[in-house]
């Protein structure tokens, strides 16, 4: 069972930054830019545009433009071989989209936590169009995000190789060093500084939860990567129960890391960001 620790802190680790998985995930990428493109134009005061920005309006049309191309490009690899430029213009655009959707689904995943705790509507039936509203309103956060998870995904793809050692560990560490980072883009709306003082603040306020969770969410995952490799040697060999088992770890798997992710968010939230709440910026 010890020997299930690495592969367990792994995918504590992932949860900070790729509860989704980058691809195909990205692939959603161009029709997410196209509806901050349509609403942004539409109803430029609701997400934070106290007056009209053309340059602002060009850039975003620009990067739609950029996604469905790359989009057109993902087509035409998957039924022949490109030239080699083409090819590395492809991957290039592909890691980008990543970042960006990975770092979108953080965002949107989290106010929907935030929803959830501090309910403002009677109902819960528009809960998933407020949180994709207020995602929207934090674009900018987005971005500045979205480099720092093409930073993670370029070198946790980097360290993706048979085996574990320091660098996974160091890898580990990181993920939760900078766990903060997506609940503040989420939680604050304010300049640069106002978001760096406050996740400042988090992190002073929540270093100890965090290596506190970090400990419990690794046992938890090591105990379900046993328990599920287990019933590979308890039940009959053969396609159909092969097939059964895989499906049954996969929920089993998704239920363990959703409710992990749940904890994670709700434990910065708590001792991090409720704590702020005088310091103002706060959505």
Sequence with gaps: MLELVPMAARDMAVLTHGF????????AAPVLLSLLVWKTTRL???????????ALSRLLISAVIVAWCWMILEGVASVQVMPE????LRVMLRWLMEALTVAGLQVFMIRLVMGWDEPTLPSDEKDLMLALEQTLACRYGILALAALDLLWLMAWRA??????????????ESSLLFAGVPVVVARVRGSWTQMTEVLAHVFLKTWLPLIGFALTATVVLMLVHFSMR?????????????GMIRILVALVLATVRSWLFLTLVLTLIRHGLKSSASSGGEN
């Design 44 to 54: 430029p005061y609701r997400y934070g545009s106290r007056r009209k920005r053309p």
């Design 230 to 242: 287990s019933l590979f040697f308890l039940l009959p060999d053969g396609p159909i129960w092969g």
């Design 85 to 88: 430029w083409l090819e590395t």
């Design 159 to 172: 360290l993706d190789v048979p085996g574990y050692g320091l660098s996974d560990w160091l890898m580990v």
């Design 20 to 27: 989704f998985p980058p691809w195909p995930s990205s692939l």
